[in-house]
């Protein structure tokens, strides 16, 4: 081997590098760019999303509070509103947040499932508990998603899925023993 071979393998390894190089810069870029859609597709509803779950259920919650007919009616129908407004918003975020929507839906029952167990303390406080574990689990979520800039992930989902089954067996746990 003479110079000129050694100085023909240096220059392909270099080229070869450059390339390589090239070649991870530009999928780099593109995963980037990537995140950047879905924080930006996420970003336009994030803070009134987290302001919904939460006044969902500090509403629901709240409501059974009231010490006159009068206050609990109010507040009802503040928590009622508050749920309407996120199903609306649910349906905006459908996409940018895929795989939540049925929870989204179900945490917005929150405040008419709350209410019809009114008088069996127990059954309330069990979906009130389980409506508030759930808020919790999309606010990680929602809020994963947008510091990640990717959507969420199956494990992700399948908490969240958890939490709205625990919430929704402990409402349909409620209706069983009211028949």
Not at 62 to 77: G, I, L, P, V
Not at 127 to 132: F, K, M, R, V
């Amino acid at each position: 081997m003479n110079a000129s071979d050694v100085t023909l393998y240096a220059s392909i390894i270099a080229a070869s590098v450059a390339i390589l190089n090239l070649i991870i810069s530009a999928v780099v870029k593109r995963g980037e760019e990537a995140r950047a859609v879905v924080r930006q597709a996420v970003a336009s509803d994030l803070n009134e999303v987290g302001r919904l779950i939460h006044e969902t259920i500090a509403l629901s919650v709240t409501q059974f509070k009231a010490k006159s007919d009068d206050a609990y009616k109010e507040r009802s129908e503040k928590a009622r509103e508050a749920a309407s407004r996120l199903k609306e918003k649910r349906l905006n975020v459908r996409y940018s947040l895929w795989g939540l929507d049925s929870a989204f839906r179900d945490l917005s029952r929150l405040p008419d499932w709350s209410a019809h167990a009114k008088l069996e303390e127990e059954a309330r406080d069990a979906i009130l508990t389980n409506g508030s574990k759930l808020g919790d689990s999309l606010d990680r979520v929602v809020r994963k998603v947008y510091v990640d800039g990717r959507q969420a992930s199956c494990v992700d989902v399948f908490r969240v899925e958890r939490s709205r089954k625990r919430l929704r067996k402990s409402y349909e746990k409620f209706q069983q023993s009211d028949l």
